[in-house]
Nanobody, 114 residues
Framework: VQLQASGGGEVQAGGSLRLSCAAS????????MTWYRQSSGKRRELVAT???????TYADSVKGRFTISRDNARTPVYLQMNSLKPEDTAVYYC?????????WGQGTLVTVSS
């Protein structure tokens, strides 16, 4: 499984960005797709998860502002980020779980200026 994340950039507080994670390879049976983020000096944290059945979970810090979505197993996973805050600044990584194994994309930097 290969994951390609894109869509990061710099935006002012209150703005929006949409991240995309495209998966390739043996992706039909991926159980979960997740966006994580890691800011300078902090541990990587879960942002949002979507299951193969479409169930979603979010970190409390992003509920109501971020939306994870995908159309089907072969389309990209998106993370729509609205009302961005400076504390959302981080490198965002997409993750896939397939038969218990974790796969990671390369990360995309999101910078939110105040």
């Amino acid at each position: 499984v290969q994951l390609q994340a894109s869509g990061g950039g710099e935006v002012q507080a209150g703005g929006s960005l949409r991240l995309s994670c495209a998966a390739s390879g043996s992706i039909t049976n991926i159980s979960y797709m997740t966006w994580y983020r890691q800011s300078s000096g902090k541990r990587r944290e879960l942002v949002a998860t979507i299951s193969s059945g479409g169930s979603t979970t979010y970190a409390d810090s992003v509920k109501g502002r971020f939306t994870i979505s995908r159309d089907n197993a072969r389309t990209p996973v998106y993370l729509q980020m609205n009302s961005l805050k400076p504390e959302d600044t981080a490198v965002y990584y997409c993750n896939a779980v397939l038969y218990g194994a974790n796969y990671w994309g390369q990360g995309t930097l999101v910078t939110v200026s105040s």
